[in-house]
C-alpha cells in the first residue's frame, strides 16, 4: 500500500514532536533530510504546500486529449457464460 503525502507530513510533524533527530526521520522514511526540513518549515509556518496551488501538467492539455481523433477509448465487456463456445 503506498503511503499518502498527508500521511507523510503527519509522520514526520509527530515524529519531530518526540525528538526524533531530522536525519533519523529522513532514514526511517526514506526521505532525503532536506524534505524533512521543508515540510516541517511549512507545518511550523501554517503555510499550505505550493506544489498543491500549481496546475497539473495534463489539465492544460484536457480539452485537446478529450477531442483528439487520433485517442480513441474502446471499451470491451466479456461475458462470462459465452466461455468456450
Known amino acids: ?3 499518502t503525502d498527508l500521511e507523510i507530513r503527519m509522520t514526520i510533524k509527530t515524529l519531530a514532536a518526540k525528538g526524533v ?3 533519523a526521520i ?5 526521505l532525503s533530510e532536506g524534505t524533512i526540513r521543508y515540510h516541517l518549515s511549512r ?5 499550505p504546500d505550493g506544489r498543491a496551488a500549481q496546475p497539473r501538467r495534463a489539465g ?3 480539452d485537446a486529449i ?3 481523433p487520433r485517442v480513441r477509448i474502446v471499451v470491451v465487456s466479456i461475458d462470462p457464460s459465452n466461455r468456450g463456445r
Open 21 to 23: 533527530p531530522k536525519r
Open 66 to 68: 478529450a477531442h483528439s
Open 1 to 3: 500500500m503506498a503511503i
Open 26 to 30: 529522513a532514514r526511517q522514511l526514506d
Open 43 to 47: 507545518i511550523a509556518s501554517g503555510t
Open 60 to 62: 492544460v492539455a484536457a
